[in-house]
């Protein structure tokens, strides 16, 4: 089946630093990838929508100049958290659409100190 | 917000007994997924099943999809202690008969089998 990763799993840094999550599409090529966000104990809420040599298409409420989103090949996505806060820890997974189904990441565990 | 409803929030069985989650959502859609979630694991696809089905069958996973009550139930047979984890519907928006590829998700429910 399809394979998607994500880089790195976990990731600690302090406030005020920016980190970056890269999404690939490992065994096929991905115009549309997604960004999730899950909260302890919540469910995910869709952050964004990645989309390959275009901007990507952010859900309200979103800060695009927060959540940076870069889909610049058909097999990587990258998600830059700039200025991170300790309200930015959380869980975020990308998903990639392939063929209408959706494949999904393992999810990188961000702690902001 | 879009985000669909399940129910029970939490559910707790002994190990052989089935267990049932319910999912409600609020908009038309192209098909309605259910997804396992270990905790702090990423999520594993179980079932899709389309809006022009009503009953789908995967193993011990039966689901059902309701298009006019908008709900769909994950019914888990034969329940056992590896099943515990968080599960949730997700939804995909359709519109004219696009499909979108976004997922609106449950808020889920958390399953815990007893052995």
């Known amino acids: 089946g399809a394979v998607v990763s994500q880089h790195p799993s976990r990731v600690i840094c302090k406030s005020g630093t920016s980190v970056k999550i890269e999404c690939r599409s490992l065994d096929f090529q991905a115009t549309t990838m997604f960004w999730y966000r899950q909260f302890p104990k919540q469910s995910l809420m869709l952050m964004a929508t990645?989309?390959?040599?275009?901007?990507?298409?952010?859900e309200q409420g979103v800060e695009k100049d927060k959540f940076l989103i870069n889909h610049a090949s058909l097999t990587l996505s990258t998600l830059t958290v700039t200025s991170a806060h300790p309200e930015d820890s959380s869980f975020y997974i990308c998903s990639a659409n392939r063929r209408g189904e959706q494949y999904f990441g393992p999810g990188t565990r961000l702690t902001v100190t | 917000s879009q985000q669909g409803e399940e129910d029970p929030q939490a559910l707790s069985i002994q190990e052989g007994e089935n267990a049932t989650m319910n999912c409600s959502y609020k908009?038309?859609?192209?098909?309605l997924q259910w997804y396992r979630q270990n905790s702090g694991r990423g999520l594993v696809h179980l079932i899709l099943i389309r809006s022009n089905e009503r009953e789908k069958h995967s193993g011990r996973l039966r689901v059902t999809l309701d298009t006019s009550k908008k709900s769909s139930s994950l019914l888990i047979t034969a329940s056992r202690a590896a099943d515990t984890a968080s599960y949730f519907c997700a939804t995909e928006y359709s519109a004219g008969g696009t499909s979108y590829g976004k997922l609106t998700f449950g808020q889920g429910t958390i399953l815990t089998v007893h052995p």
């Open positions: 908009t038309s859609i192209n098909n």
């Open positions: 990645s989309n390959e040599g275009s901007k990507a298409t952010y």
